[in-house]
């Protein structure tokens, strides 16, 4: 009997103890972070409690918390009280290795939702459970509240329920215990507070505040009750655990890589990371949502309305900041963010990707850079990219506002989608780069890849947007003196001609242009686009012009491969199928371009006639000469020809244009000595100036994960034809294969990169 009311007792005053500290938290939390409070907006009608959005604030705790007045003689060293907590937090210890963040550099414990862990508490005797009665506390942020998940009490008991939170005793030796803890599988993804609070007659002992025991808890893409569960082992080592990646650039026709440093285990990374969270004031209670992280995040990547991570320039000018092309990886510019609060200077859009890819997989969102091949963009959804053509047949450059970028990269992010309907889950596109306003913001996502690729683009978010950047159609017109506008050519097929990503487990292309898009003709394609435009999105018609395709003559043209800085050709094929003899007034214009599509210059102007023989082909060549094109050059070393042909016999018009990117010197990376963690190793960078000109002010980059931070050396000059030899002395940090990664960037020559493969070996 005694022992039922001891209990029964126990509940009230714990049940009351949960009451007043909901009180208490708020209460206490107006008297400190006073310097924060003047920023607080006023509270008002609509909200008892003002808005919980960062995880940086705190709240004050009581260590005792009296049930009432207190007996003189009370003193709380005659309870059971907490001596120490151990967190098992080391890389090597239980806890990091089953939760798959054994990589992080942080000292700190940082867990996997929905997945138990281990802590042992130290007592000033042996725990009694008979009469002893202790129990748990996590808060996170300033006004903790247990209906937000933002203060979460875990009693004692005698079994883990699967994906709530719970805890248990699984072992107990002199004055220790030694805990099993549950986390939910839906719980906030931050930084918690961690207490040990004892009952007693008079009141709760409560430890004090102590950094050391501070919790991460991540994303957990091994837990089935997990909005981001992966069910493929090799595609969880790839999409969450994999510090560096692949970025495929260039164009449709020549295809270039280069790596990117993630660095999402990286010092200081993962608070750079929830920090993004409080920029973008995501309420505490939402941030273990996905869905919600990833669409506040895809806002706060870019700076363009809201102060974010990284300013982004396209006008090749990168005057007090850093060219997107020099970076090497995201840590630097995480860091610097996090450090100074203002937007690092500058990006595009594999910079924006490559940092948001790190926000994603550092917090356990499985996540992957893709590129789009020949992306259409800012064409209002409408499918149709207008290229005008003048009486001549020239391309008409201030009619024609459409452009189709060489590549633009975005992310995917894979978690399930239940605000939509059954099917939906799984890949999901979000982009950081600022191309259209979505809800009054640059953002972009999360769109579902399945809805795209059946047109289902009624489902939040951005999907038309996304979808016409992957299916358009190009469309050549000209307006005939009488007002009519004659369609000469519809290229139904040059818009996302190729989607690719980096393959898993290696750093190979994988295509996944079927995961966005049918087969171009198939009925699935045709029923696909039917309804998108059902759901809304624009189909320009040619109701109101003529379409007149020249059948009897075919024309293509080809770019020869180059090295920057020396002369190539481009040559120009007709192939007459009639028989009959056309003349055909031909000409080409040579633009260089930046890698979106848009045009700085135009550096080559060739017109020639070209005779037509019946039923035969013809080839005639231009020769482009570095001298025309060097002075001009802009960082991806790109060009945009467009050639167009009037068969003077017929009237009729052959269009075409084709993008082509020089080849640029590379960095060779070598390695000396003994590569062996924890022992100083040697690494040497080494670049031959291939131009017929010095470089001035040339800046070397060399990062590798695991091996050393990012180092950056400057140099006056590099002679033409002259070779530089950089050496960096660095001790590795992690054995495993890890990767070097170089760049070297100066106004003459941009996107050099060089990377190496390097196998650490345990000490």
């Known amino acids: 009997m005694c022992a039922m009311l001891a209990s029964v ?170 805990l099993s803890i549950m986390s939910s599988a839906n719980c906030i993804i931050g930084k918690f507070r961690f207490y040990v609070a004892v009952w007693t007659p008079f009141g709760i002992l409560r430890t004090h505040r102590n950094s050391e025991t501070d919790t991460y808890v991540l994303f957990n893409p091994w837990c089935q009750q997990d909005a981001v569960y992966l069910d493929d082992e090799k595609e969880r080592e790839e999409y969450v655990l994999n510090d560096v990646g692949i970025v495929f650039h260039g164009s449709i026709n020549d295809i270039k890589l280069r790596s990117w440093s993630y660095g999402q285990f990286e010092e200081n990374i993962l608070d750079a990371c929830l920090f993004l969270m409080d920029k973008a004031e995501l309420e505490l209670s939402g941030r273990g949502n996905p869905i919600k992280i990833c669409r506040v995040a895809s806002a706060v990547i870019n700076s363009k309305d809201d102060n974010g991570v990284i300013a982004g320039s396209w006008d090749n000018t990168y005057t007090y900041g850093v060219p997107p092309s020099a970076w090497t990886g995201s840590v630097d510019i995480l860091l610097e963010y996090y450090s100074s609060k203002q937007p690092v200077r500058y990006g595009q859009c594999w910079v924006f990707a490559g940092v948001f890819n790190t926000f994603l997989r550092c917090l356990g969102i499985p996540a992957r850079l893709v590129t789009n091949y020949s ?101 050549y017109s000209r307006r005939e003196k009488n007002g009519t506008q004659v369609i000469e050519k519809i290229d139904t097929t040059h818009i996302g001609q190729l989607i690719v990503t980096k393959e898993v487990g290696g750093d190979g ?83 260089i371009v930046f890698y979106t599509g848009v045009t700085k210059s135009e550096f080559k102007k060739h017109s020639f006639s070209a005779k037509l023989e019946p039923s035969s082909s013809s080839a005639f060549d231009v020769l482009i000469k570095s001298s025309e094109y060097l002075s001009d050059l802009l960082d991806q070393a790109s060009f945009h020809f467009f050639v167009t042909a009037r068969i003077n016999e017929t009237g009729k018009i052959l269009a075409m244009q084709k993008a082509a990117i020089l080849e640029i010197p590379t960095l060779q990376i070598k390695t000396q000595g003994e590569t062996v963690a924890g022992k100083e190793m040697s690494v040497t960078v080494e670049f031959i100036n291939p131009l017929k000109q010095t470089l001035e002010n040339v800046t070397f980059r060399l990062e590798g994960p695991g091996v050393l931070r990012t180092m950056k050396k400057e140099f006056r000059q590099i002679p033409m034809n002259s070779t530089l030899i950089w050496e960096v002395k660095c001790i590795p940090k992690q054995p495993g294969l890890r990767k070097l990664i170089a760049s070297l960037n100066c106004d003459a020559l941009r996107h050099v990169y060089g990377e190496l493969n390097v196998q650490i070996q345990k000490p």
């Open 375 to 475: 992306s259409a963009h800012d064409n209002n959804a409408n499918l149709q990219l207008d290229f005008f053509l003048d009486d001549e047949g020239k391309l008409d450059t201030k009619l024609t506002k459409d452009s189709v970028w060489n590549y633009h990269c975005w992310n995917e992010a894979w978690m399930t989608r239940p605000d939509l309907p059954v099917g939906f889950g799984g890949w999901q596109v979000v982009d950081g780069t600022p191309q259209e306003t979505s809800d009054g913001m640059y953002r972009c996502g999360p769109a579902s890849v399945q809805a795209i690729k059946h047109g289902h683009v009624c489902f939040q978010f951005d999907a038309p947007f996304v979808y016409a950047e992957v299916n358009g159609d190009i469309v």
């Open 9 to 178: 007792c126990f509940s009230l005053a714990l049940f009351l103890s949960f009451m007043a500290l909901q009180h208490f938290y708020y209460r206490m939390s107006e008297t400190t972070n006073t310097s924060t409070e003047k920023k607080k907006p006023p509270l008002n009608g609509r909200r008892a409690v003002p808005s919980n959005n960062s995880n940086d604030e705190e709240n004050e705790v009581p260590e005792m918390e009296a049930f009432g007045l207190i007996p003189r003689g009370f003193n709380p060293k005659d309870y059971l009280r907490v001596v120490d907590i151990q967190m098992f937090k080391h890389p090597q210890e239980i806890n990091k290795q089953q939760h798959h963040t054994d990589k992080y550099y942080s000292p700190k414990l940082i867990v996997r939702r929905g997945q138990p862990f281990q802590i042992q508490i130290d007592f000033n005797r042996p725990y009694r459970p008979e009469t002893d009665q202790f129990w748990l506390e996590y808060l996170i942020g300033r006004y903790p509240q247990q209906n937000k998940g933002t203060y979460i009490p875990i009693l004692i008991g005698d079994v883990l329920k699967p994906g709530e939170w719970g805890a248990k005793i699984t072992h107990k030796e002199n004055n220790s215990v030694r």
């Open 509 to 591: 292309m994988m295509e996944i242009t079927e995961e966005y898009k049918f087969q171009e003709g198939s009925a699935e394609e045709r029923l696909a686009l039917e309804t998108a435009v059902m759901y809304g999105v624009k189909k320009q018609t040619t109701q109101d012009t003529t379409y007149q395709p020249q059948t009897d003559v075919e024309m293509v043209f080809q770019v020869q491969k180059a090295v920057l800085g020396s002369d190539f050709k481009v040559t120009i094929t007709f192939r007459n199928k009639s028989r009959n003899t056309y003349t055909a007034t031909t000409y080409l214009s040579g633009n």
